[in-house]
Each structure stands twice: as structure tokens, then as C-alpha cells.
């Protein structure tokens, strides 16, 4: 077999068959083609970028045409002014700085609030990214608070940006009991919480109102990170839908359909500091992303047949294919021990375990392996996605591969890869 070049980080390794590693070589719509030829229906969506489909035709041909224009500019052009007047249409009072990663708009949130308090530590709940005070001494946020390999720290050696000084503290339980006690007990060290949406789907928005508040009362900066949620549930995601009102909001992923895009949004105070503190990068006036995002934009603002917009039709979507996944499982006899169900109005969806399953590193990944073998590709352990495209699923076909998934995976152990 012939040895892969490229190095791979824990998630670009999920998916191979017996054979090996899987190479993808096309997209199309919402299904990828390895490069053995084998098809595969997609809920990875590149981990949440893949909004629209793979290689639709009408953004496709919007950014090809938009691309006669130039990628770069000596600084920032007007697509980028008009595509931050459509995102925070209404919000005149809000202004947004332009990076490639979420990781590094997180990191400029994290410098921004260092700036405003004189204070470096940071409170997460969540994944935040993967930069050092990001990821050092991380836990297995994705896991429901039930499961107990969400309480495993991880990466907690050789990270910079993290000491006595600078904590990297996680509120891992989503008590306003612990916060409060986490915020009394670094006081004079932590200056911003950094919160990843998605953990809201574990509580209420009540709870997490109360979580920005208790911050901001003890003088904390508060950041809600959308990067998984913005322009995929939502125009801005869910601290915008839900009236929390954070100080600052991150977004990245779903924004450009799969072109390297991440915001860093809040008002002209807050980012009038990100301006003097150097906040950017050479890509960060690129064109590119900018050009996907505004074809993006155009697609999912327009109503559709029954759906008042895009993001409507994509919670139907998703809501669709996590009860078609359900329906497998019961039919199967699988359903005891494993479902699906959506999460946050459907444009995601994941996979549920009974509490015996929660903890079994091995049977988990093996579910992964049995639905890559029956030609699906889906996360476990993290919320999968789902894009426009999918609405063109043979719904039948989806239920007999979600099937022929979960008897394998019932009828064999976990098989070593
Ligand atoms: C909530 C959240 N924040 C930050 C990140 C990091 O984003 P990026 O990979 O664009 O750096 C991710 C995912 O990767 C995420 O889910």
C-alpha cells in the first residue's frame, strides 16, 4: 500500500475502511467520492463548513466569477463592508474583525479581554480551538455531562499561555454553582469567558443568560463562540436567536460554504481595542472567502418553496435524517442501546448512547467503522452536520445504509483498524 504524505491530526483520521486510511478525491451535492471510487453519503460536512453542498453550481459559479476581480487587495474592499452590512443587518452599533480560523478569532478575543482587564486567565466551557490556552488541560466537551470520558483531561503538558498567572480553566458541568465558585476563586487572574454554543444544547438559554451575567458582574469579559452554530442554525447562531447578550460572539465554519472564514463580532468599543492591538494577519483581507461568503449568504437568505429561508429548510433537513437514522436503529434492534436526534432545530444532529455505552471508548468507535462500511460518514462523540444539498437524499436509502450499520455493528465486536 502506498504510505500517505500528509500528516494527520485525531480528526482527519476518523474514517477508513479494512483497507486503510480513506483518500477523498470529489464532492458532490451531499455525498463525497473516495478515491477508490467508493461514494459516501456526507454528515461531516468538512466538521460544519460544507453548508450549501459540495460543488453546487450556482456558488460555485458566483465565486469563480468573482474571482476575476483578484483575491487580494493592499487592505480591506467593499465586498467585505458589504458582506459585515448583510451579516448584522440592524445592528448598526456592531463592527467585525475578518480571520481565516475560529481558533484565531478566539485567540484575539482572549488578548482583547487580557487588554481590557489586565487580567489573562480565561474560564471555557467548551471546545474553543486549538491554539495552546485553547486547548491545554481540555476535556471531552462533545460528550454529553452523563458520560464520563467528558471529564478526562487532555493535552496538559508543553502548552504555552497557561500557568498560575494565566489559568485555563474548564466549567465543566454547567452549574452556575461551579462558575460562581470558579470566577471567587481566580478573581485576580481570569479575565474572559469563552462559552461554545453547543453546550447550550445541554441546559436552557435561561441558565447560560444567568452564566454571561454572573461573568460581567464580576467584571469578566464574556464571549459566546458560535463557530459550530453561526450562519449554520442561524444568521449569527444562538446567542443572537436567544437574546444573550455577550460581549463579544465568534463565528467561523458554516459562513463560506467550506472557504476559510471566522469573525470576530461585538460592538465599536470592544473592537475598537482589537484594532490598536494588532489583531490580523496577512490572509485576513483575502478575498476568496470573502466572495463564498457573500454567495453564501445569497443563497440562504432566499425564501424557499415552504421554508422562509435557508437555515428553516436545513432544521427540517437534519430533524429528517436524524429520524431516519432513529428508525434504522429501531428497526434494527439497535435502539436500545443507540439513537439520534437533533440538535438546536436540526442543521446538526448526533448520535445518543444508553448510559452503559457512554463510557465504551471501543464499541463507539466500532459504531463509526460499521456506518463508513455501509457508506455513511457521520461523527460520534460531536455533533454531525448536515447541508442544502441534502435535501435531494434518497431517504429510503439512507434508512437501509443506517441499517445495514447498525446490524454489523451489533452482530460483530469492535474490530481492530
Ligand atoms: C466552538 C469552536 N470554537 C473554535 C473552534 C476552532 O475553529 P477552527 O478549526 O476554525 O480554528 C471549533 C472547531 O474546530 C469549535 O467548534
Known sequence: MKENRTIHSKITKKFKTEDGQIVFQRGQGGEVQASDGTTYLDFVMGYGPVILGHGTESFTQSVAKSLLNGVMMPGYTSFHEEYLDRLLIGQPDRRGAFFKTASEAVTAALRLAAIETGRRGVIRCGFIGWHDAQIADSLKWHDPLASPLRYKQKYTANMRGVGDKEPALNWHDLSLETLEELIGAHRSTVGCLVIDAYQASMTTPELMRSAVDLARDAGVLTVFDETKTGGRISRLGYAADHGIDADL??????????????????????????????????????????????????????????????????????????????AAAEQTGAAPLVS??????????????????????????????????????????????????????????????????????????????
Open 340 to 417: 439520534a436526534q437533533p440538535v438546536m432545530g436540526g442543521a446538526m444532529f448526533e448520535l445518543t448512547y444508553a448510559e452503559q455505552l457512554l463510557g465504551d471508548r471501543t464499541r463507539r468507535d466500532a459504531l463509526l467503522d460499521s456506518f463508513t462500511d455501509a457508506g455513511i460518514l457521520l461523527l460520534e462523540g460531536h455533533p454531525s452536520f448536515v447541508c442544502s444539498a441534502h435535501r435531494d437524499t434518497d431517504w429510503d436509502e439512507l434508512t437501509r445504509r443506517s441499517a445495514k450499520a447498525f446490524t454489523q455493528w451489533l452482530t460483530t465486536g469492535a474490530v481492530e483498524r
Open 249 to 326: 460572539i465568534v463565528i467561523g465554519k458554516a459562513l463560506a460554504n467550506g472557504a476559510p472564514l471566522s469573525m470576530l463580532v461585538g460592538s465599536t468599543e470592544h473592537l475598537a481595542t482589537a484594532e490598536k492591538s494588532r489583531l490580523s494577519g496577512t490572509f485576513s483581507k483575502e478575498m476568496l472567502a470573502v466572495y463564498a461568503a457573500l454567495a453564501t449568504l445569497d443563497d440562504l437568505e432566499t425564501p424557499r418553496a415552504d421554508y422562509a429561508d435557508g437555515w428553516a429548510e436545513l432544521g427540517v433537513i437534519g430533524t429528517r435524517v436524524a429520524s431516519s437514522i432513529a
